[in-house]
């Protein structure tokens, strides 16, 4: 006769990782990358950036120093020994910039994926050999585009981040995160719209390197520095270097 199973204190269930209560955050420490910004880490689930599932960061446009905001933890990644992808970005990354900032040029991948943005970013993540995977899908994605995503990046130890237009924040996603970055008085405005835990209720205004004035001026040293414009050439991946 099977031995009834041991009963579990609530406690118990309640001090797990990947459980966490509607009124605070989910705590996953061993999977966090810390952003580099102290006020964002102290809201996001697990102290930082998560592995293991969609990021997604909607803004109205792009140069608004959005780079910045990932750059600290990519570095980190790329110091680690961790290759890093970069899925159709809409600029050309300036190789410089990104070594300026601690990322291993040999380590990074850009790939041109023309219109099948979503197929190359499941592709890297089912080959297992990636940190990081950055990606500008098209603003008509799919639902079930996204629901594949974010099944392809479940579990794994890999940070999947989307950028995706602001009109993108009225639909409906499978991201366990998603943020709104906009440009502030000398600072980025990162509002977080959905987490895992209890919503957010105000706004960070963080500083990062040279950010976009909110009358709209735009300086090309601010969209990452690390990018600058570039047209699409098609599908087709090449090492930044």
């Known amino acids: 006769m099977k031995a009834a199973p041991l009963p579990v204190a609530l406690a118990d269930v309640l001090a797990r990782g990947d459980v966490w209560r509607g009124d605070s955050l989910a705590s996953l420490p061993e999977t966090a990358i810390p952003s580099g910004y102290a006020e964002l880490d102290a809201e996001l689930p697990g102290g930082g950036w998560s592995r293991g599932g969609l990021t997604e960061i ?9 780079m910045s905001l990932l750059l600290p933890a990519l570095a980190a ?3 680690a020994g961790g290759c890093l992808a970069l899925v159709a970005p809409p600029w050309q990354v300036h190789a410089p910039a990104w070594a300026a900032a601690g990322v291993a040029l040999e380590r990074l991948v850009v790939v041109r994926a023309g219109q099948h943005v979503a197929w190359c970013v ?8 990636f940190a990081g995977v950055l990606a500008w899908p098209a603003a008509t994605i799919d639902a079930r585009s996204l629901r594949r995503l974010q099944v392809a990046a479940e579990g794994r130890p890999v940070f999947v981040c989307l950028w995706r237009p602001l009109a993108a924040s009225k639909d409906a996603s499978p991201a366990p995160l998603r943020l709104v970055a906009a440009a502030g008085d000398n ?3 990162v509002r977080i ?3 895992r835990g209890r919503p957010v209720s105000r706004p960070l205004a963080l500083s990062v390197p040279r950010p ?3 009358a709209g001026r735009y300086s090309r040293a601010v969209a990452g520095p690390a990018l600058s414009p570039v047209a699409d050439r098609g599908p087709a991946a090449a090492p930044v270097a």
Do not use: F, P, Y
Request: hydrophobic share 40%.
């Open 58 to 66: 909607l803004i109205d446009r792009k140069g608004v120093g959005e």
């Open 77 to 79: 990644l790329s110091a």
């Open 122 to 129: 499941e592709q890297l993540l089912v080959s297992g050999g």
């Open 187 to 189: 600072s980025l405005a």
């Open 193 to 195: 719209i959905k987490r």
């Open 212 to 214: 976009i004035s909110s």
